[in-house]
């Protein structure tokens, strides 16, 4: 049944006008809630197929692994997620070096990386400047890509992860990019592109635009984060 919210409810997936039956809202609104919720929660805990990923993206992929051995350890401790195990470490340092190491994992929403991190990448990669490397990184945090990106002697990485999963959006991938990456930056060394899914969010398209833009400008400059501040939405406008 319709009501006068409709027309409003297409700009936005927030939850406005909801309905009341007596003191409590009423049983559609209820049960989408639910819904919403298990997926969030479906996200959190899925498996990554990372096997089924490295054939989707169609090139060669290296392995790491963080200090987390499952998804029950990546929640309980969010440092083991940061930091790469040294078996990996070993193998990354005998590996070709690199200009960008390119790092997916499944942070908090395997979803997510199963949905959007091959077709975004596909997109991204002969883009970037110089060699690369792809790294599949299972129960990982967004500072692993620091200890991936140090260990192939890369000068940017960029990693592509699952989002914390929304009551909207169960499925939001992030990509955030470093410039010279080593243990211990802090976040404000990063510059972030989030809520890339399509549909519904930032389109592979515009996400490939502004990280290529990003990459470029860090490798130029020769810094991330803060002191990086993104006009690639600028330049796209002005593109004859």
């Known amino acids: 049944m319709s009501d006068a919210w409709d027309k409003w409810r297409v700009f936005t997936a927030a939850r406005i006008g909801l309905g009341r039956a007596g003191a409590g809202l009423d049983t559609r609104a209820v049960l989408e809630f639910q819904l919403a919720h298990a997926?969030?929660?479906?996200?959190?805990?899925?498996?990554?197929?990372?096997?089924?990923?490295?054939?989707?993206?169609?090139e060669p992929c290296w392995r790491a692994s963080s200090l987390a051995v499952d998804r029950a350890s990546f929640l309980k401790r969010p440092d083991f997620?940061?930091?790469?195990?040294?078996?990996?470490?070993?193998?990354?340092?005998k590996a070709p070096r690199v200009n960008i190491a390119l790092i997916v994992s499944d942070g908090l929403s395997s979803r997510a990386v199963e949905a959007h991190a091959a077709p975004l990448l596909r997109l991204l990669a002969p883009r970037l400047p110089g060699s690369h490397a792809v790294?599949?990184?299972?129960?990982?945090?967004v500072a692993i890509a620091d200890e991936i990106g140090a260990a192939l002697g890369a000068r940017l990485a960029l990693i592509l992860?699952?989002?914390?999963?929304?009551?909207?959006?169960?499925?939001?991938?992030?990509?955030?990019?470093?410039?010279?990456?080593?243990?211990?930056?802090?976040d404000s060394a990063r510059n972030c592109v989030s809520n890339i899914?399509?549909?519904?969010?930032?389109?592979?398209?515009?996400?490939?635009?502004?990280?290529?833009?990003?990459?470029?400008?860090?490798?130029?400059?020769?810094?991330?984060?803060?002191?990086l501040k993104e006009n690639a939405d600028l330049r796209l406008v002005s593109r004859p």
Request: a positive charge.
């Open 39 to 58: 997926k969030a929660r479906e996200a959190v805990w899925h498996p990554w197929d990372v096997e089924a990923t490295a054939r989707e993206l169609g």
């Open 81 to 93: 997620g940061r930091t790469l195990d040294e078996p990996s470490r070993l193998v990354l340092q």
């Open 135 to 141: 790294v599949l990184a299972p129960f990982g945090r």
């Open 161 to 186: 992860i699952g989002e914390r999963p929304g009551l909207s959006s169960p499925d939001s991938l992030g990509a955030y990019l470093t410039f010279a990456p080593r243990a211990g930056l802090l």
């Open 197 to 227: 899914r399509s549909p519904g969010g930032l389109t592979y398209r515009e996400a490939a635009d502004r990280l290529h833009w990003l990459a470029e400008e860090s490798l130029r400059r020769r810094l991330s984060g803060v002191q």
